[in-house]
């Protein structure tokens, strides 16, 4: 124990901290309350501004308060030798944690070692991530992160957190996190039961149109509505809830159909519907789009927006006449769900470095091809996002505009007003642009407009439909489109896909046979590098059975999607083959011995890094023409000449070394 003349001869030896002279100058505390609050700070560990507020009762003044915080945070930066973050200064979006702890860093990993990821810069060679540290010099942590990380390519870079601090983040990203998850939760025990409406649809009235921004959540709660009314509210609900693409009406002989398209592929939604509402809810959908409801024979194209949950959606929607009754097919452009950036596109970082090279050209024409509904919109604003600044004229044609970026002058076609694709194209030109998106070019005019364009000194953007990047050329052509034009003004052509993203809290590892893998022009050692997976995909009788179902994919094994690219960038030799007419074979086989990684490889890279699976590879790149040749012309390409060993060129039958022999595996 320390006497009070003792205690009293250590108050006067000691000397404080600027900080502690500093309280005890504006009266907050005095100088034996300063050394009760040192000496059992140091023993319980507690920071000295707890402890002095439970001994005065008081809290720290703010600007105190600031001053203590920012003392620690430079003796930590003195300590370590590091930079330190000052939350308060430097804000980091949670979000944006978020993200990087449900990518990179689990947040088990988070809590045991007291780090948290800040944020990842993917401009540097390797990519950076920023992680602050409670302990920046805790050696097991740093191993760990280094194993996690180091398979992505990605290094990490250290700063020191004060632990209140660091406490203070990872709260807030549990109470947000916590608090999506209640949101879906609610938002999935909302059972949409469609029974009380068809019981209710019996002797309907004719409907009347509602106009404007209706908000679906106060329409659902309106028990005054009509049956059909409520029925086709529930429908769109249901689509946001389980974030579909899109719905799907279908008329059948005895009842209909309504499927929803979620991440690729389509599923029942509801149980088949009584034939005798199919006019009805075909009537209400029509009206709600502003289309023609006693038009039956021709197809129509409308949109329908609607709040939902604070934001707004919009729904394109198109009927077509079929056999039985006219079919709707709404396509939800959801703007809140999508997140524009090619670095969170295109995982590959030499196909990222590539196209972002494409689109700084000062002109020139890029193409973006593949199937409706593989993400080319997206890529393309993407890609405008890239070069959006003040300095930078960006006009759009498009055929909806799906999506609003502040800073472009974005047109809509109307057909039916003469403003088709080339019209509009052609206006552009007169009004000053430097980059110019085409929303989609199909025909001669259009093609022909802006080959124009981008040989007299603009960037263009447009897609196309094609399998692959290489038959962009031909598809050019068939538009008589002249070769050497094409080969002047082409930069490149992306070709994409998406395939389903694997879940990664259920997802089973397992060793596909040496067939399996030879299907895909693997080799039977690959097996045993790397680790592959299945879906944990769950059957409709395992979901309604009361088995276990994964909380994160619902049961369907996957969740989300991931892009497969494959970039051909226009060289000098492309150029030559182009402008002589060169077969599409021929051309693709010159871009992949120049380094392009066609959508087979690229999503067999995914498949390596435990993203997807080899059935989502077969069911979305390797069914498309094209690719089973392509592992004909590898095998084709490995094959030497038996008498003098010579290798072989694809397109070789005969070694023009030996002149007779054959070549052979």
């Not at 329908?304 to 949950?309: A, G, K, S």
């Not at 999503?603 to 392509?630: H, Y």
Request: charged share 25%; aromatic share 6%; proline share 5%.
């Amino acid at each position: 124990m320390v006497n009070s003349s003792s205690r009293r001869a250590l108050i006067t030896r000691q000397s404080f901290s600027p900080f502690g002279n500093k309280l005890i100058l504006t009266g907050y505390a005095d100088q034996e309350q300063m050394l009760q609050a040192s000496l059992e700070s140091r023993q319980s560990g507690k920071s000295l501004v707890e402890v002095l507020q439970g001994l005065t009762g008081k809290a720290l003044p703010p600007d105190l308060l600031r001053q203590y915080k920012q003392q620690q945070l430079f003796e930590l930066k003195i300590i370590y030798g590091i930079d330190s973050l000052d939350p308060e200064i430097n804000q980091i979006p949670t979000d944006q944690i978020g993200a990087l702890i449900e990518r990179y860093i689990p947040l088990e990993i988070c809590r045991n070692y007291e780090l948290i990821p800040l944020s990842l810069n993917s401009e540097v060679d390797p990519p950076t991530l920023l992680v602050a540290m409670v302990k920046p010099d805790n050696l097991e942590a740093l191993d760990r992160l280094n194993r996690i990380l180091r398979p992505e390519g990605i290094v990490s870079r250290r700063m020191v957190i004060a632990p209140d601090d660091y406490l203070q983040l990872i709260q807030k990203y549990l109470d947000e996190n916590a608090e999506r998850q209640s949101k879906a939760s609610i938002a999935q025990s909302m059972e949409i039961d469609l029974g009380d409406d068809l019981d209710a649809m019996v002797g309907f009235e004719e409907l009347s149109s509602d106009e404007g921004d209706t908000d679906l959540g106060a329409a659902l709660q309106d028990a005054e509505a009509a049956p059909i009314i409520g029925l086709v509210n529930k429908i769109l609900a249901k689509a946001l809830q389980e974030g579909v693409s899109d719905i799907h009406i279908e008329p059948q002989e005895e009842s209909l159909r309504i499927r929803f398209r979620k991440d690729g592929v389509l599923s029942q939604a509801f149980d088949p519907l009584p034939r005798k509402i199919i006019a009805a809810v075909v009537s209400r959908f029509k009206i709600i789009a502003s289309l023609d409801i006693a038009e039956r024979r021709q197809p129509q194209d409308g949109r329908i927006r609607r709040l939902y949950q604070g934001r707004k959606v919009d729904f394109r929607v198109s009927t077509l006449p079929s056999r039985f009754g006219e079919k709707v097919v709404l396509r939800i452009l959801d703007n809140s769900s999508t997140q524009l950036g090619l670095d969170k596109l295109i995982t590959d970082p030499d196909s990222l470095e590539i196209v972002r090279d494409m689109v700084t050209r000062p002109f020139g024409l890029i193409l973006v091809t593949g199937p409706t509904g593989s993400g080319k919109t997206t890529t393309l604003y993407s890609a405008l996002a890239e070069c959006n600044h003040p300095g930078v004229n960006i006009s759009t044609a498009e055929d909806p505009i799906e999506y609003t970026l502040p800073g472009l002058t974005q047109v809509q076609v109307i057909r039916e007003k003469g403003m088709d694709f080339a019209t509009i194209l052609r206006a552009f030109l007169r009004q000053d642009p430097d980059v110019i998106l085409v929303g989609e070019t199909r025909d001669k005019e259009t093609a022909k407009t802006a080959i124009e364009a981008a040989l007299t000194g603009h960037l263009v953007l447009t897609t196309l439909h094609t399998n692959d990047a290489a038959s962009a050329i031909a598809r050019l052509a068939e538009m008589d489109v002249e070769p050497f034009m094409v080969s002047a003004s082409l930069i490149g052509v992306v070709a994409q896909r998406l395939v389903r993203r694997v879940c990664a809290e259920c997802r089973i590892p397992y060793q596909p046979s040496p067939t399996d893998l030879g299907r895909f022009g693997l080799s039977a050692s690959v097996g045993t590098e790397i680790t592959f997976y299945k879906a944990n995909t769950l059957t409709p009788e395992e979901l309604h059975s009361g088995k276990p179902v994964c909380s994160n994919c619902n049961g369907i094994g996957y969740r989300g999607r991931v892009g497969v690219y494959e970039i051909m960038r226009i060289t000098e030799l492309l150029q030559g083959l182009v402008t002589e007419g060169a077969p599409t074979e021929r051309i693709k086989e010159v871009a992949v011995d120049e380094g392009m990684i066609t959508l087979l490889s690229y999503s067999l890279n995914l498949v390596k890094r435990g993203e997807t699976t080899l059935d989502e590879v077969e069911r979305v790149t390797f069914t498309d023409s094209g690719l089973e040749s392509e592992l004909k012309a590898k095998r084709k390409s490995s094959l030497t000449c038996r008498v003098c060993g010579a290798a072989a060129k694809p397109e070789w039958l005969d070694c023009p070394y030996c002149m007779t022999a054959r070549f052979e595996d």
